[in-house]
């Protein structure tokens, strides 16, 4: 350096400003213990290896600063200063670089990084030279700024931009939930760089470098916003500790300053400060504290839920596999038996007695309960396993509702039971629905109240319900008691005291209708006034093909 330089210019011991070390230090410690702890919680991670450097360089400057303003020594001054000018832009690319990695969470641009490098690159090369630093005032105790100055403003202005574009980008491009943190990191970084920029600007267009004192409470501002997002976000992994140290540093911090400051009007903002942080300070770790406890706990749980949930899915995909496997293999030999009985009680092989014929008649009855049950649970792992295919076509349901009526009619007449269907001749009841499938459903609702009426009968209705066509089986029945109606439809389920009536019944019939009336986006339903007093069963289905909402 061509400087020429007073080791100690006795103008210069003046009694710096009181702010300074208010404004400085609480900055500085502040910033090196959060930078510090969340460093050496999570020291592989690189958003905090960028925290910790952010803030080593930013205590760096507020100290050579302090220096920069309590040294008499000149050589000092202009050594500490010229340095600062190189820390200064360093921090605002150190942000960006932050905000960065906070959003993206990954680091893979080199062509940007080189491009930095060479940006920053003249300011260190001339450092030492004296386009930074001109020369040394001694009248005003100052080093003047040389030309580089303005090429320094304009990569602080550069990048203030680069990182505010980047936020702004990144807010629109988020989802909800991380948008919150955009805000208060936006928040943190912005009001910082403010802070910071806009009273080293003033400074130095107006040269009075006591405001710049100011620009460093923006410092824990940021800290503040990077706590609120560690705490509330777990950003870096941190929790109720990273906020109880930061509060137990920035009371200590305040108390201190009582050891250095002797005017009046300081001591009373300082106790002031400490008060009101010390009362903030505990609420908000009190509230932290419950936060973090029910966070927790709900973690905890639905942590175990997700787990035996993900054993029951496995449990019951194993058990819908053996099901198909198994309704399959019985089905063969089951329907090989109805053919051979048939032949049987048709005299295919011989005539059979009286006895035989009776014996196997009821041969007959139990297997096809059998292919029933095998029929309903075939449907039910097909339902299960998403196999269940579904053909929608327009159909009318009178002309279902006749087949199924023809069907049952002997069987009603069996049991001296009327079953009564009356479908006027022109009225159409047309539904975009799986023919086979709802004839299925409405069979088997027709089936069941035969089963469980023993005196009386049963009635088939249709009616026009607007968007929908309702078909009703209603019977004089056992009915359904209150408690038994919201399980009818679900799995396995059966009344209290029907085994009596239907005891080969499953309790598998109404759910397996229930879930493809669903998939036909339709509607089934029961309503009984109670036990004896019979019961009706509806089903809806829908005149036009829904779309899914
Ligand atoms: P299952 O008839 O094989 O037991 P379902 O799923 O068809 O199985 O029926 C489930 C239960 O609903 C029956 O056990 C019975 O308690 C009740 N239920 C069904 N239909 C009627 C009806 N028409 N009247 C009274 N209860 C009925």
Redesign the pocket.
């Known amino acids: 350096m061509g400087y020429n330089l007073i080791t100690n210019v006795e103008s210069c011991y003046f009694e710096a400003p009181s702010i300074l070390y208010y404004s400085h230090w609480p900055a500085i410690v502040i910033a090196l213990l959060l930078g510090l702890f969340v460093y050496f919680k999570n020291r592989n991670d690189l958003l905090s290896k960028i925290l910790f450097f952010i803030t080593i360089t930013f205590s760096l400057w507020s100290i050579f600063d302090i220096i920069t303003w309590i040294n008499p020594d000149s050589r000092k001054v202009m050594f500490f200063w010229a340095i600062m000018n190189f820390l200064e832009p360093l921090i605002y690319i150190l942000m960006l670089y932050f905000a960065y990695i906070y959003v993206n969470k990954q680091d893979n641009y080199i062509k940007i990084k080189l491009f930095t490098l060479i940006l920053l690159l003249p300011i260190l090369i001339l450092l030492p030279t004296t386009a930074n630093l001109q020369y040394f005032d001694v009248p005003s105790c100052e080093s003047m700024q040389g030309p580089m100055i303005k090429y320094i403003y304009f990569i602080e202005i550069f990048f203030s931009l680069c990182i505010v574009a980047f936020l702004i980008r990144s807010y629109i491009k988020a989802e909800k939930e991380f948008k919150k943190q955009i805000i208060y990191l936006s928040a943190g970084v912005i009001s910082f760089l403010l802070a910071f920029s806009w009273v080293n600007i003033v400074g130095n267009l107006t040269t009075n470098w006591e405001i710049t004192q100011y620009g460093l409470f923006g410092m824990p501002i940021f800290m503040a916003m990077l706590a609120y997002l560690i705490v509330k976000f777990e950003a870096f992994n941190i929790k109720m500790i990273g906020a109880q140290a930061l509060v137990a540093g920035l009371i200590i911090l305040i108390g201190s300053q009582f050891f250095f400051i002797k005017s009046f009007t300081n001591q009373i903002l300082t106790g002031i400060t400490l008060v009101l942080s010390v009362g903030f300070g505990w609420m908000l770790i009190r509230s932290i504290k419950i936060e973090i406890e029910r966070k927790n706990e709900l973690q905890e749980m639905s942590d175990k839920l997700a787990k035996a949930n993900d054993q029951l899915r496995k449990l019951d995909n194993a058990k819908s596999e053996f099901i198909s496997i198994a309704s399959h293999q019985l089905r063969t030999p089951l329907t090989a038996i109805k053919g051979f009985i048939s032949l049987l009680l048709e005299g295919s092989y011989g005539k059979v007695s009286k006895e035989v014929n009776e014996v196997l008649n009821k041969v007959y009855i139990s297997n096809e309960r059998l292919i029933e049950?095998v029929e309903?649970l075939l449907n039910l792992s097909r339902i299960e396993s998403g196999r269940m295919e579904y053909k929608f076509e327009k159909i009318n349901l009178g002309e279902v509702c006749q087949e199924v009526y023809d069907t049952f009619a002997l069987r009603a007449k069996e049991k001296k039971l009327y079953l009564e269907f009356v479908l006027s001749k022109d009225a159409k009841f047309e539904a975009t629905t799986d023919r086979n499938k709802i004839r299925e459903v409405i069979s088997?609702?027709v089936?069941?109240?035969?089963?469980?009426?023993i005196k009386g009968g049963?009635k088939i209705k249709l009616a026009d319900m607007g968007e929908n066509i309702k078909v009703a089986?209603t019977?004089t029945?056992?009915?359904?008691p209150a408690e038994?109606l919201p399980y009818?439809?679900s799995k396995?389920?059966?009344?209290?005291?029907?085994s009596r009536l239907?005891v080969?019944?499953?309790?598998?019939?109404?759910?397996?209708?229930k879930r493809m009336i669903e998939a036909l986006h339709g509607r089934i339903w029961?309503e009984?006034a109670g036990a004896n007093m019979?019961?009706t069963?509806f089903i809806e289905a829908p005149k036009e093909m829904k779309t899914e909402e």
């Open positions: 049950l309903d088997n609702l089936d069941n109240a035969l089963k469980y009426t049963v089986i019977d029945g056992i009915g359904v038994e009818l439809f396995f389920s059966r009344g209290k005291d029907v239907n080969g019944g499953t309790g598998l019939g109404l759910h397996v209708g029961v009984s019979g019961s069963f």
